[in-house]
Structures are given as C-alpha cells and as structure tokens.
Nanobody
Framework: QLVESGGGSVQAGGSLRLSCSAS????????MAWFRHTPGKEREGVAA???????SYAPYVKGRFTISQDSTNNTLSLEMKNLNSEDTATYYC????????????????????WGWGTQVTVS
C-alpha cells in the first residue's frame, strides 16, 4: 500500500516536500516513482529511483526536483523547489517489483502499484 502526503498550496517560486509511505513492500527489486496528473492531460512521470539509487528525472523537473528514498523506513520523498503553475497537479507515488538494467522508467505502464495521490497547487 502506498500513501502520499505533503501536498498543498504554494506560491510560484516556493517549495514543497512530498512523502510516500510504502507499507508491506520490502522487495529487494523495488523501483519507485512519482507521477503527476492534470485534468485533460496524460499522467506523466516526474522522477524514479530504483533499489540501487539510480535515478531518472523528467526534463521538465530536472534541476528543481529531487527524489530520494529511505529503504529502512520504506519511504519515498520528492523535494520540489522553484515551483511554477505548470507543476500544479495531483502527484502519485508508484512502485513495481522489478529490476531494471538501466535507468528506472518514467512510463506509467511499467508500474503496478499506485497511491491515491496528493494535490499540489502553485499559484
């Protein structure tokens, strides 16, 4: 089970930190990611991290967002800085029990477990 927290409203240029608690997940091949969805658009990948701490970032967040994980506590985080209105979306935590030989994917169909989402609004 994946449960997101940390969403909210912030002014442009501000920062937020999202967290995802993964209960019942202790697989050595666990790959986790953040996605976001805006009505009228496809759900898009934001950042992903695998069990070796290899990271992928979408180009529209690279340099502004930082993904990290605490394997001891099964917690995934997303530090978001310099937010703008285009970052407004519902953010979802996702996970898959699979080992990737290269960079963890930012493709929605690769992930099998999803949280319910947390809203981020930038004004």
């Amino acid at each position: 089970q994946l449960v997101e927290s940390g969403g909210g409203s912030v002014q442009a240029g501000g920062s937020l930190r999202l967290s995802c608690s993964a209960s019942g997940a202790s697989h050595s091949n666990l790959c986790m990611a953040w996605f976001r969805h805006t009505p009228g658009k496809e759900r898009e990948g934001v950042a992903a991290i695998d069990n070796d701490d290899t990271i992928s970032y979408a180009p529209y967040v690279k340099g502004r967002f930082t993904i990290s994980q605490d394997s001891t506590n099964n917690t995934l985080s997303l530090e978001m800085k310099n937010l703008n209105s285009e970052d407004t979306a519902t953010y979802y935590c996702a996970a898959v029990d699979r080992r990737y030989t290269r960079y963890p994917p930012l493709t929605r169909d690769e992930y099998t477990n999803w949280g319910w989402g947390t809203q981020v609004t930038v004004s």
